[in-house]
């Protein structure tokens, strides 16, 4: 059973950086893709950025795009979100998420997910 604990959020002033972490348990193949969602309140989930783990190709929202990296640490079994230049706007409960090698479709529905962690809340304050 794959399981995905998020840490790393808090309070942050505008302008500053936090870092994320996902880590994941369970993975049973090394083609699957991770996945970062943030919710804030009143609103949709919405797609923050992906990573393949057989490659480390990343794609992201072009509302994060140039501020936000996603990377992976395979010996620790680990998904990053480094964020800089944080926005009040950018406040949200931040999800990672797994996909197995077999779905198709874009990486930016959450449709395409399998399993999720429990979120972490990041607060930027202005």
């Known amino acids: 059973q794959v399981q995905l604990v998020e840490s790393g959020g808090g309070l942050v002033q505008a302008g500053g950086s936090l870092r994320l972490s996902c880590a994941v348990s369970?993975?049973?193949?090394?083609?699957?893709?991770m996945g970062w969602f943030r919710q804030a309140p009143g609103k949709e989930r919405e797609f923050v950025g992906g990573?393949?783990?057989?490659?480390?190709?990343?794609s992201y929202a072009d509302s994060v795009k140039g501020r936000f990296t996603i990377s992976r640490d395979n010996a620790k079994n680990t998904v990053y979100l480094q964020m800089n230049s944080l926005k009040p706007e950018d406040t949200a409960v931040y999800y990672c998420?797994?996909?197995?090698?077999?779905?198709?479709?874009?990486?930016?529905?959450?449709?395409?997910?399998?399993?999720w962690g429990q979120g972490t809340q990041v607060t930027v304050s202005s």
């Open positions: 998420a797994y996909r197995e090698p077999y779905r198709l479709g874009p990486w930016s529905s959450t449709r395409g997910y399998d399993y």
């Open positions: 369970g993975r049973t193949s090394s083609s699957i893709d």
């Open positions: 990573i393949s783990w057989r490659d480390s190709s990343t």
